[in-house]
């Protein structure tokens, strides 16, 4: 039997009853866009991230470029971000006109290195953009620490950190504004695309709440130059049933990262996710790394075991960057992760035997029983 890198199957069948209650409700109401289910998934989601504000958008990107907009961050601007990171965080910086700025990780935890932010640090640097990347909160403590020495804003990208914590603080509530994803394969993910701005600033609240809804705070009256990209009233109610769900879905991650740890420590050439002690991940992947990277995912697939690679084309090297100018040189561990990493299945529902079959693959693989 093939084991899917991911699954809805047993996430969907726990709420299906709700789910379809729900959809019947939101039928009869003939509420769709800007209304009472959005409202309330708001004010679920903000108490969820310890915030004071939070704004439903159309995704995630949009939610990162709303966000970097509403801090006035625009042409001629500088923000940082890990070069190892999805392309949606750049993009985010592209659209308002600024410039993204690359730096790369730490080999260890795979998150933005703050040693290296402090050298790319310009007088056109406006903001950094830390992203939790797989999950496992950035270390907010240094990165604070150099927003407050150079006067810089800070904008999560917390697409993959849904429940993370930095030094019990949950991921989302470091930033000026933060952003996140409710992409279907985000931890907390929609059935469709969804995002969501989370700030404690009223005023940074205000503007972005006018930007998600074409520059306006009242009908027919525009302030500024702003977007169409709402949450819908569908969506908002399963995301509010899906949060319910959060912590209980993490801790199954969790469970199955325990389980690759314990299974695949001392194997060959093979790394496994390495978490900071003041950190937690939601894990939203679990991601090793070995030499034989290729060969491995060869080995996996024939065996039936699918994986993918986050990300295999760095930023610096796609095409729609190519007028930037970056020197892949400058990212050697970038460089380096993008030729090793592999993420394994980790998902709720994913059963004990499926893991056993991924992780005894893995071992023979190493133990050339192949
Ligand atoms: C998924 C993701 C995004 C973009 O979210 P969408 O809802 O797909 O637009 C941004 N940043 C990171 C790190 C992501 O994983």
């Known amino acids: 039997m093939a084991i ?47 915030s004071k504000f939070c704004l439903g958008v159309g995704n995630g990107l949009d939610a990162l ?15 940082i971000i890990p070069a190892n990171t999805f392309i949606a965080s750049a993009l985010a910086i592209s659209y308002c006109g600024a410039k993204p700025v690359l730096v790369d990780p730490l080999i260890d935890t795979y998150n933005i290195d703050p040693v290296n932010i402090r050298e790319k640090i310009t007088s056109r640097t406006k903001a950094i953009m830390p992203v939790h990347l797989y999950g496992q909160a950035c270390n907010m403590s240094e990165i604070l620490a150099i927003a407050r020495d150079y006067n810089l804003k800070i904008v999560e990208d917390n697409a993959q950190g849904h429940g993370a914590t930095w030094n019990s603080q949950i991921t989302g509530s470091f930033g000026h504004i933060n952003a996140t994803s409710f992409y ?5 993910g929609a059935y469709g695309d969804g995002g969501a701005l989370t700030t404690n600033s009223s005023d940074i609240y205000h503007v972005a709440a006018e930007l998600r809804n074409y520059g306006s705070s009242k009908k027919y009256v525009h302030e500024r130059l702003g977007f169409n990209s709402r949450l819908d009233e569908c969506q908002s109610r399963f995301l509010s049933i899906k949060l319910k769900y ?6 199954e991650r969790k469970k199955i990262a325990d389980f690759y740890e314990e299974k695949l420590s001392n194997i060959g050439d093979l790394i496994i996710p ?22 491995l995912q060869q080995h996996l697939k024939s ?68």
């Open 4 to 50: 899917p890198f991911l699954s809805f199957e047993h996430t969907n069948s726990q709420i299906k009853k709700e789910i379809l209650r729900d959809f019947e409700a939101f039928l009869d109401e003939s509420n769709y866009i800007m209304g009472p289910s959005l409202e309330s998934f708001e004010q679920n989601y903000a108490s969820f991230s310890n």
């Open 65 to 79: 470029h709303i966000g970097l907009r509403s801090l006035r961050i625009g042409h001629g601007d500088e923000v």
């Open 184 to 188: 279907p394969g985000k931890n907390l």
């Open 246 to 251: 959060i912590k209980e879905w993490n801790l």
């Open 274 to 295: 390495t978490i900071d002690d003041r950190a937690t991940s939601s894990y939203h992947q679990y991601v090793i790394r070995t030499r034989e990277r290729d060969a």
């Open 303 to 370: 065996k039936g075991v699918q994986t993918l690679i986050h990300y295999p084309i760095p930023i610096y090297n796609q095409r729609c960057y190519s007028d930037l100018n970056f020197n892949p040189s400058d990212y050697p561990i970038t460089q380096e992760l993008s030729k090793t990493i592999l993420s394994l299945p980790i998902y709720p529902g994913l059963k004990h035997h499926q893991l056993s079959i991924i992780t005894q693959n893995i071992i023979d693989f190493f133990s050339d029983e192949r």
